[in-house]
């Protein structure tokens, strides 16, 4: 199953290919399958958000756990935007660290 790290990784990659470095909740669902391979367990159903798959809920989850130490809105990479999610110029470096392995 796809951990909600992993997918804020995927989040600053398709953020960092924006111009303006932002996108609502509903793009990045819709990009994250074209970036990755999501698994079958990836696919169950929450069970706390009914019609949203386990994936979804937790992209989601990236504004809803902002509290939290490991979370990228907490440490900085990224900041919540009216419907949606914004890359910082630390995601950016973060984001460009990631791929310099």
């Not at 386990?54 to 419907?83: A, M, P």
């Amino acid at each position: 199953m796809t951990t909600e790290r992993r997918l804020s990784e995927i989040v600053e990659d398709i953020l960092v290919d924006r111009p303006n470095g932002e996108a609502p909740i509903a793009a990045l669902i819709q990009e994250i399958p074209n970036r990755i391979n999501l698994t079958a367990d990836d696919y169950l159903g929450s069970q706390t958000r009914p019609n949203e798959a386990i994936w979804e809920q937790r992209v989601r989850n990236i504004t809803s756990h902002k509290g939290s130490s490991r979370n990228f809105i907490y440490r900085g990479y990224l900041e919540q935007i009216d419907g949606g999610l914004r890359i910082t110029a630390a995601g950016r470096l973060h984001q460009k660290a990631r791929h310099a392995v």
